[in-house]
């Protein structure tokens, strides 16, 4: 007489499911609040920076047609945009969005909006001042002087 062997296919339990389901949910959840935080400060540093792209690239404009141009900053419900205009036949970039700003200051005053930005054909930005762009803690300033040459600095407002 043969023997019959009965093969039992090993499987998860419905219950063993169930807890690894949340496991990982609890897990993911505790993952979401840094990431969150993490993607604004990400948002705003890119903002920024697509600000200052546009801005050197109007002052290459500025240099190559000998034309005057500027960029104004505005404020929209609230959200910060911006756009450059010139009297120059030129296609310029469409009004973008400055991401997760918070407020603009200039000379650590409180910039009113519409705030304009002069682009000299010299290649020179006035006003000759410190624009702030903040967003909670964090904050990036841009120093124009009297050259076309200026300098972009990261702000830590915490220890302010």
């Given at each position: 007489?043969?023997?019959?062997?009965?093969?039992?296919k090993?499987?998860?339990?419905?219950l063993?499911?169930m807890?690894?389901?949340?496991?990982?949910?609890?897990v993911?959840g505790?993952?979401v609040?840094?990431?969150?935080g993490m993607?604004a400060?990400?948002?705003f540093?890119?903002?920024?920076?697509?600000f200052?792209?546009h801005?050197?690239?109007m002052?290459?404009l500025?240099?190559?047609y000998?034309s005057?141009?500027?960029?104004?900053?505005?404020?929209?419900?609230?959200?910060?945009?911006c756009?450059?205009?010139?009297d120059?036949?030129i296609?310029?970039?469409?009004?973008?969005?400055?991401?997760?700003?918070?407020?603009l200051?200039?000379?650590?005053k409180?910039t009113?909006?519409?705030?304009?930005?002069?682009i000299y054909?010299?290649g020179r930005?006035?006003?000759?001042k410190v624009?702030?762009?903040i967003?909670?803690?964090?904050a990036?300033?841009?120093h124009f002087d009297?050259?076309?040459?200026?300098k972009?600095?990261?702000?830590?407002l915490?220890?302010s």
């Amino acid at each position: 007489m043969k023997e019959i062997k009965i093969v039992r296919k090993s499987s998860f339990t419905l219950l063993e499911i169930m807890i690894c389901l949340a496991i990982l949910s609890i897990v993911g959840g505790i993952l979401v609040f840094p990431l969150s935080g993490m993607l604004a400060h990400h948002r705003f540093h890119q903002g920024v920076k697509q600000f200052v792209i546009h801005l050197r690239e109007m002052q290459a404009l500025a240099l190559n047609y000998q034309s005057d141009m500027g960029m104004i900053i505005y404020k929209e419900g609230d959200r910060f945009l911006c756009k450059g205009f010139t009297d120059e036949p030129i296609k310029l970039f469409r009004p973008f969005e400055l991401q997760n700003i918070t407020a603009l200051t200039l000379d650590k005053k409180k910039t009113p909006t519409p705030f304009k930005l002069n682009i000299y054909a010299s290649g020179r930005i006035s006003p000759e001042k410190v624009l702030s762009f903040i967003r909670e803690e964090d904050a990036i300033e841009l120093h124009f002087d009297h050259s076309p040459q200026f300098k972009v600095k990261e702000v830590s407002l915490e220890s302010s």
